[in-house]
C-alpha cells in the first residue's frame, strides 16, 4: 500500500518471510500465507526489490506462480524465502491481495 516498513526479522526462528510479515502484523489480517506456506496459494507473492541473492525457486513455487494474479519477473512467494542472516537488506513489495 506504499508503506514501508524495516524489521529486523529473527535469524534463529526458522521462519520463512511469510512469516515474518504476519508476526509483524505488516498485511492485513486473512490476507497472507493462506495454504500455510505449502506454495498452493500465492497469497505471500512479493516482488523483490533488492539484489539480494535468493535461492533459486523450486519446481512447486515456480508452479504456484505460474497460475498467479499480477506475477512480475520479481515475484516471489515469500513463504519459499527463508530467513538467514544472507538476506541482510532484502527489500520486497508485497504483491496486490486478490
Ligand atoms: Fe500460500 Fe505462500 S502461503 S503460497
Known sequence: NGVTHEVAAPTDMA????EV??????????TIGVCGG??????????VKSD????????EEDAMLSEAYNVK???????QIHITEDLEGLEVELAPYE
Open 21 to 30: 510479515v504476519k508476526l509483524y502484523e505488516l498485511a492485513e489480517e486473512g
Open 52 to 59: 539480494t541473492a535468493l535461492p533459486e525457486k523450486s519446481d
Open 38 to 47: 505449502m506454495a498452493m496459494c500465492a497469497s505471500c507473492q512479493c516482488y
Open 73 to 79: 519477473e520479481n515475484s516471489r512467494l515469500g513463504c
Open 15 to 18: 521462519l520463512n518471510l511469510m
